[in-house]
Structure formats: structure tokens, C-alpha cells
């Protein structure tokens, strides 16, 4: 069977394999990410982000077990920090999941971020569009524990989720740019902690300034308490997800088109700048020329950065 | 740029036993030597195990165990693999093992056994050695 008809039927080691090719940057899985293409844009992403331990696994884990219940198919994709220092990673994201193992309709994949800042992963949007193309119904998107600015998953999810916890920060960090801006849905997890009430009202003010709508959105976004790992709140959390996918879809609404399209504007010019880069490497090979070399001449300051590069791109 | 395949080993512990400083351990080692570990923690099956090692497409399994039930679980996820078509995927254990058992273990494919006392440089090394990453020596077809 040709790699993408077994990819399209859901074949748990070709879709692991091609998964790897794509974070190993393997120049063959262009070319399959390339064919499969027409058969992708059905799922709908879900991006679950927020500082490290408060939940995130455990509300994808939980979030998962509702669209189960429901007879969707899920794929999901959790990251987590590569060392800066020896390129190794511990991706623990599955321990909160283990109840999934067993379950053909659901495709787990833990990711390292492998130098890559911004909460994801170089290749997590192509892998993605791999799972899309499996036949996902939903695709949950878990980022790197994030801080302020890590905003990626936005981009590249039609929903987002921003997941906190009581007690992290005052007022004014919520009223800060970044992060806190691109949430579609709040959740307060561990609401059963002291502060839960207080960190929902400051999240109302933030929402009544109205952070989203000077985008022109009409959606307002939804707060919610949970407690991710009891399994309280999960309810209304999944029927938030499912009433922000029907805005999206709403009849006469190009909302769900617009999300799509800044989707894919991401992802062209990241392989745009992926085939320029590579591009560029080239010529400096087929000259003869040396990275090192270069820069022996801009340490020795008989050249600079910017001459040097643009120089290779000019020629 | 692309930098070639990163080794990609899942620690995992089978069976009832709950004591996974070990498991942790080795997991840190393998980090610290470059490696992207897979862990998810105790009271595995070796249906779990195997689905878990299909679906992050890894190198190696380490499976960790102290509770003596390795006369069940090792053969069973040996077993798992094969029907799987997933032969090529290594597996090694550590832990508290009798003596006599380990020659069964390793007839039933357990490619090294890492008794109490063993170095974890010298587990390193021995991944160095005996594991590449699956996807340059075969590449996947069927």
C-alpha cells in the first residue's frame, strides 16, 4: 500500500514513522507532506497552553475522554523542553493519559522543543496536518510550559485554550500583553485552591476591556473553573470548545475560513523560510565556501554579518 | 537544518510495582546523554507499553522492574512486538532479577539485562553502541 493511503487509513507505524521523519527534518517527508495535503483540513485544532504544572495534561487527558465519549477520533500532540544543553528530553505529558493507551481512537505523540521557542515545536504544525489527514477528528495541541509571551499556538489552532491556576500574578498581569491575549477560552484549573474566585474576577475585568473585541471578534471569551484531575468542570469546558467551534462555522460567517487562512499563512512562510535557508546553505556548499570560514572573517572583522549574508543571497 | 535522527528511548515500568526512583534515574542519564526519553510513570501493561512504543516511534524500550513479575510481563511485550510487526525495536530491562531467570529473558529477546550495581555510563555506552536510530538502518515499508 502507497505511504499515504496507509497514512489516510490510520496505520499507527507509518503515521508514528512520518511523524519522526518530519521532526528529524528528513528532506522525503516534503514530499509526503506534500500528497497529503489534499487530504487535510477537516480536524478541528485545539491549542491547550499555560505555565508549566498548572494542568495542561491532565485537562487534554480529560478534554479527550469527552470527545471519546462522543465517538470522535483524537490526535494529540504534547510538548516538552528539549535541554539546552546536551539536546536531550524527558517528555512525560503521557503519564497524565494513560487511560488512552489502549484506545485505537486516539493517537498520542510527545514532541521536544528542540531549540525552538514560542511554546511549540518546529514541526508540530505538520504534524498536524498528519493526524488531519489520519482522519482525527480533533487534533489537542498541548504546548511547552509557557510563560508571557509564547503566543505560537494561536496561530496555528482554531481554538485556544490558556490555562492557569489561582495565585499566579496580580491584576496587572493580566491586563499585560502576550499571552493573555490569545486565549478564546480561561480556564482556572486547581479551582479548588484558595484565590480561584478572585483570579476569575480579574479575568473578567480583563475580558469586559475587552482585550479581543479591538480585533473586531465578536466572541467574547468564557472563563472557566475546573478541576482538571477530579474531573469537575470538564463538562462545560468541552461544550465551551464545541460552542467556540460553532461560532467559527456560524452560516454566513467567514470566521472559521479567516482562523484557517492564518494557519496556513504560518505555515507558508515557515517553509518559505525553511526552503531559503536550505537554499542558501546550498549555494554556500556548491561555491566551496565555509560557515566557518565566514565567520573567522567577521570575528576578524574584515567582513560583517550583514554583508556576508546578503552577499550569499545576492550571488 | 537538518541534524540527523535523535535517538528516542521509552522508560517504562510494567506491573503492579510502584518504585520508580530507578526508572527516573536512568531516564535523567539517558536525557543528559542527548537522548529524548519517553516516560509515563508506573503500573504499565505490556499492551500499554507496546502501543505507547508504536506511537512514538522509538529506538528502545527500558523497561524498569522490581516486583518480579518479568517472567510475564518481558515475554508478553516481546510478544506484543512481534505481532505488531515491530520486531526491530530493542528492549532492554533493569532492575531485581534471579540469576536464572535472565538467560529465559534474553532467550525470549531482551537484548541486555541491567542488574543492581550496574554504572549508568556503562548503560549509556551500551546504547551508544547497540542502538541507531531505527529509521536510517530500515526504512519503513510494506
Request: hydrophobic residues 40%; proline residues 4%; aromatic residues 4%.
Amino acid at each position: 500500500m502507497d505511504i499515504i493511503q496507509q497514512i489516510v487509513a490510520g496505520d499507527v507505524r507509518t503515521i508514528a514513522r512520518v511523524l519522526r521523519d518530519i521532526d528529524d527534518e528528513l528532506p522525503s517527508s516534503r514530499e509526503v507532506l506534500q500528497r497529503l495535503y489534499p487530504h487535510t483540513g477537516k480536524a478541528h485544532v485545539i491549542g491547550f497552553t499555560g505555565s508549566p504544572g498548572v494542568g495542561k495534561s491532565s485537562l487534554v487527558d480529560q478534554v479527550a475522554t469527552h470527545y471519546r465519549k462522543d465517538s470522535k477520533t483524537v490526535g494529540i500532540l504534547a510538548v516538552d523542553p528539549t535541554s539546552p544543553f546536551t539536546g536531550g528530553a524527558i517528555l512525560g505529558d503521557r503519564i497524565r493519559m494513560q487511560r488512552h493507551f489502549l484506545d485505537p481512537g486516539v493517537f498520542i505523540r510527545s514532541l521536544a522543543t528542540r531549540g525552538q521557542f514560542g511554546g511549540l515545536t518546529r514541526s508540530t504544525n505538520d504534524m498536524v496536518n498528519v493526524l488531519d489527514a489520519a482522519g482525527k477528528d480533533v487534533v489537542l495541541v498541548e504546548t511547552v510550559g509557557v510563560g508571557q509571551d509564547e503566543v505560537e499556538v494561536a496561530n496555528s489552532a482554531h481554538t485556544t485554550v490558556l490555562v492557569m491556576i489561582p495565585g499566579m500574578g496580580d491584576d496587572i498581569q493580566a491586563i499585560k500583553a502576550g499571552i493573555m491575549e490569545i486565549g478564546n477560552i480561561f480556564v482556572v484549573n486547581k479551582a479548588d485552591r484558595e484565590g480561584s474566585r478572585k483570579t476569575v474576577r480579574e479575568l473578567m475585568n480583563l475580558i469586559e476591556i475587552g482585550v479581543r473585541r479591538r480585533n473586531g471578534e465578536e466572541w467574547e471569551p468564557r472563563i472557566i473553573e475546573t478541576e482538571a484531575v477530579k474531573g469537575r468542570g470538564i463538562d462545560k469546558l468541552y461544550e465551551t470548545i464545541e460552542q467556540h467551534k460553532a461560532y467559527l462555522l456560524a452560516t454566513g460567517s467567514q470566521r472559521w475560513r479567516e482562523a484557517v487562512e492564518k494557519r496556513t499563512r504560518l505555515q507558508l512562510l515557515g517553509v518559505l523560510k525553511d526552503l531559503a535557508f536550505r537554499a542558501a546553505l546550498e549555494r554556500i556548499e556548491a561555491r566551496g565556501d565555509s560557515i566557518d570560514e565566514m565567520v573567522r572573517r567577521i570575528v576578524d572583522r574584515q567582513s560583517d554579518p550583514y554583508s556576508v549574508a546578503r552577499q550569499i543571497l545576492e550571488k | 537544518m537538518a541534524n540527523g535522527r535523535k535517538i528516542r528511548i521509552l522508560v517504562a515500568k510494567p506491573g503492579l510495582d510502584g518504585h520508580d526512583r530507578g526508572a527516573r534515574v536512568v531516564a535523567r542519564a539517558f536525557r543528559d546523554a542527548g537522548f529524548e526519553v519517553i516516560y509515563t510513570g508506573c503500573h504499565q501493561t505490556p499492551e500499554q507499553i507496546v502501543s505507547t512504543a508504536l506511537q512514538e516511534d522509538v529506538d528502545l524500550i527500558g523497561l524498569s522492574i522490581l516486583s518480579g513479575a518479568h517472567r510475564y510481563s518481558f515475554p508478553r511485550i516481546m510478544e506484543l512486538l512481534r505481532e505488531n510487526n515491530a520486531a526491530d525495536i530493542a528492549v532492554v530491562g533493569g532492575g531485581i532479577f534471579p540469576l536464572e531467570d535472565i538467560p529465559m529473558l534474553k532467550e525470549c529477546g531482551i537484548k541486555e539485562i541491567f542488574e543492581p550495581g550496574a554504572k549508568l555510563g556503562d548503560i549509556i555506552e551500551w546504547v551508544g553502541k547497540n542502538i541507531s536510530a531505527h529509521g536510517d538502518a530500515a526504512p519503513l515499508s510494506s
